[in-house]
């Protein structure tokens, strides 16, 4: 399957307070997971992405984490700040099924709304 | 050069018009795509192209034809397009595609194209 299923669709934190953000994905055979940020009217930016053979990774006040054999992976925001209010996509890299399954794509989440308050 | 251009940034045509959208990178990447995104929605993939070959197209209506002249840029020939074609165009490239190792996909900053 191609399912990439993100929580929740909108999350309204104040500032300081951390951020939770969880997909969960279908094809086991899954193996690079990015997260994008994207600001109004601005293109998706990739702020942080996972591989397979790790189950976390931290950049500064984001980190991921991946849980292979339940088929989930999260983004951490801590010490939020104003400027992080964005949509939040996840995405897995799957075979592409509707092309025979011979190619590769990106899967999307439905996105996350986050709203810091200051 | 790290960055994906689109240009135009915003488009206006009417249905019976034809109009090309381009997208062009300099960082060696041998594969490009065009996604198509509606507010509040995530991308959604239409076409990949990987070695200036067409790899994947998710069944986009004929209306939309891509065209990769050279591994550098990438263009998407519109015509006769109706009201629901409007949205966010936004290319993306990769230094890869079709492996099974997942590449990262920087995006462009998209074309926001309006059909009247």
């Known amino acids: 399957g191609e399912n990439v299923e993100q929580h929740p669709s909108t999350l309204s934190v104040q500032e300081g307070d951390s951020a939770v953000i969880k997909c969960t994905y279908s094809?086991?055979?899954?193996?690079?997971f990015p997260w994008y940020k994207q600001e109004l009217g601005k293109r998706p930016q990739l702020i942080i992405d996972?591989?397979?053979?790790?189950g976390e990774k931290k950049d500064q006040r984001i980190a991921v984490t991946l849980n292979k054999t339940a088929k989930h992976f999260s983004l951490h925001i801590t010490e939020t700040q104003p400027e992080d209010s964005a949509v939040y996509f996840c995405?897995?890299?799957?075979?592409?099924?509707?092309?025979?399954?011979?190619?590769?794509?990106?899967?999307f989440g439905k996105g996350t709304l986050l709203t810091v308050n200051p | 050069d790290t960055e994906v251009t689109q240009t135009p940034k915003h488009l206006v045509m009417g249905m019976t018009n034809k109009k090309s959208l381009k997208c062009e990178q300099h960082?060696?990447?041998?594969?490009m795509y065009w996604y198509k995104q509606k507010a509040k929605k995530p991308p959604e993939l239409m076409f990949v192209?990987?070695?200036?070959?067409?790899?994947i197209n998710e069944s986009v209506p004929s209306r939309f034809s891509p065209e990769c002249p050279n591994s550098s840029l990438l263009n998407l020939h519109l015509h006769a397009l109706q009201p629901e074609d409007s949205a966010l165009y936004l290319c993306?490239?990769?230094?890869?595609?079709?492996?099974?190792?997942?590449?990262?996909?920087?995006f462009g900053p998209g074309t926001r194209l309006t059909v009247l």
């Open positions: 993306a490239s990769s230094q890869e595609a079709d492996r099974e190792v997942g590449d990262t996909q920087y």
């Open positions: 094809d086991s055979a899954s193996n690079y």
């Open positions: 996972i591989r397979s053979n790790v």
């Open positions: 995405a897995a890299h799957q075979l592409d099924l509707h092309s025979g399954g011979s190619n590769y794509k990106l899967t």
């Open positions: 960082m060696g990447h041998r594969a």
């Open positions: 192209y990987s070695y200036e070959k067409l790899s």
